[in-house]
């Protein structure tokens, strides 16, 4: 069997002893041995998967009820904390890092039986678009081994891909579940800020940070969704949830009010991409939504704010590594002050240098009003129009990305080029909206991803949109 059955039906198989968890993980741990040379791993939690899987069977066969999740297996991205093995977020700043608590997230998803078999590739501390700045190794795309898979998220959306696992977790703070989504061909949902909490996560630009799944279907998205949502005592910004259950879909499309965001079609989109995303707005309309055009003009400067905000923010969270409680250690250190300094020289890579200089820079005095307020003024103002937009339209769309997976060392030369990948992504995060990529279609052999955004706290709504998107031929 290459593909994995629906979660829920998995789920419910374990639970009737249809299905044994040994037997799930297992089969995990074949297909990740079997796609070693994609590198979308970090850590394997063999031992560690294999005895909670038979625990879960031993509790099945005494009669218990385990979950929503019942011996599912599923990766993390390595910046998701967790109790088992190493946390690093493939970083050399936390290569050594054993974290002494949880990630909420894991909590509760293991609290419904989910088992974690291993820790996904990104880039370092999620700084980046393609999985290239891990300070390890590249994680390479599972349609094509000469280009990469996405990022940050990259070894997730692989493993995906690869059909290592049903699911995967990843962090989403300017697109990196939606963009490895779309490049990887897989599902990538963005809920809106403040859904899930973030607690144990490690910390990117805390303000547009959110977490969660990238899977086959819409379903699977919205099962996970239901298990992780809700308010958390260990992160402030967690907001209540939908009453009614976020995986209970009922797809709908017919009436709907569908937007196209002009913006993301002028100049730059790649021709083939363009061709999918034309038809999948056919699909659409053909299937009876009310689809025009909409411009949101301040949407060009969302990449700008987010790169001035981002880096503000990784300046300060990234603060906290400085050698001396927990992460890299300079042993050579003589003094305080150099042990702060080779600690953040050596554990540091040179995108998270480059962030921390940016933002360091942008919140300096003298600096501040020009770049950081200024950029804090102009998220209002798209915050602004998103609303607006909102209040004409259930829904507004476009392509996740202007391209399809580039070539392993296109742009890493060239933080601009790599940067303007984001431009289709970002906008979703300083708003705080819900967003969804979903596999639309090929372009020269390579994924394609459609996008659906929504307004806040629509993710229930969301999510059956982008499920009835989903079957439509
Ligand atoms: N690619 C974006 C960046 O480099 C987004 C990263 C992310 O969402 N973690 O900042």
């Keep these: 069997m290459d593909s994995w059955p629906a979660i829920d039906d998995m789920a419910a198989g374990v639970q009737k002893a249809e299905l044994r968890a040994v037997d799930l993980v297992k089969r995990s741990l074949e297909k990740i041995d079997k796609s070693k040379e994609y590198d979308a791993l970090i850590s394997i939690n063999k031992e560690g998967a294999l005895e909670r899987a038979e625990a879960i069977d031993k509790r099945v066969a005494k009669g218990e009820k385990i979950g929503k999740l019942a011996g599912v297996p599923f990766i993390a991205k390595d910046n998701f904390l967790t109790l088992s093995g190493k946390t690093t977020a493939a970083s050399n700043m936390l290569k050594p890092f054993e974290a002494p608590y949880q990630a909420t997230a894991i909590n509760k998803l293991e609290a419904e039986g989910a088992i974690c078999v291993a820790k996904a590739n990104l880039d370092a501390f999620a700084h980046g678009s393609s999985t290239e700045n891990s300070d390890f190794f590249v994680t390479k795309n599972p349609h094509d081994k000469t280009r990469v898979p996405g990022g940050s998220s990259g070894g997730s959306a692989a493993a995906v891909a690869l059909s290592m696992v049903p699911f995967a977790l990843g962090t989403d703070t300017g697109g990196s579940i939606r963009l490895p989504a779309a490049f990887s061909g897989v599902v990538g949902y963005k809920p809106t800020y403040g859904l899930v909490s973030r607690s144990g996560v490690v910390a990117m630009a805390s303000s547009t940070d959110v977490i969660g799944p990238l899977s086959r279907t819409v379903d699977d998205a919205a ?50 991409v363009r061709q999918v995303v034309d038809d999948a707005i056919k699909k659409l309309k053909s299937a009876g939504a009310d689809v025009s055009e909409v411009s949101l003009p301040s949407l060009p400067l969302a990449l700008a704010v987010y790169y001035i905000i981002c880096p503000a923010e990784v300046s300060s969270n990234l603060a906290r590594y ?3 409680r927990y992460g890299h250690f300079a042993k050579e250190a003589r003094t305080l002050q150099d042990s702060y300094k080779l600690a953040r020289e050596q554990g540091f890579g040179l995108e998270a240098k480059r962030r921390i200089m940016i933002g360091a820079h942008v919140l300096s005095s003298g600096y501040y009003d020009a770049y950081y307020k200024k950029a804090q003024t102009v998220r209002t103002k798209i915050i602004k129009e998103f609303e607006a937009a909102f209040l004409k339209y259930d829904f507004l769309v476009g392509p996740t990305s202007p391209t399809t997976a580039f070539k392993i060392g296109e742009k890493t030369s060239d933080p601009l080029k790599m940067y303007l990948v984001d431009i289709m992504t970002v906008a979703a995060n300083i708003s705080g909206v819900p967003a969804i990529s979903i596999p639309a279609g090929m372009s020269d052999n390579l994924p394609v991803g459609f996008q659906i955004i929504g307004p806040q706290n629509s993710d229930r709504k969301l999510l059956a949109m982008a499920k009835a998107f989903e079957g439509l031929k």
């Design 322 to 324: 400085d050698g001396q």
């Design 223 to 272: 099962l996970i969704l239901e298990v992780m949502s809700g308010p958390d005592e260990l992160d402030s910004t967690t907001i209540s949830r939908d009453k009614k259950p976020y995986n209970d879909l009922l797809p709908q499309i017919r009436g709907q009010k569908v937007g196209i965001i002009k913006e993301y079609f002028d100049e730059g989109l790649e021709p083939g």
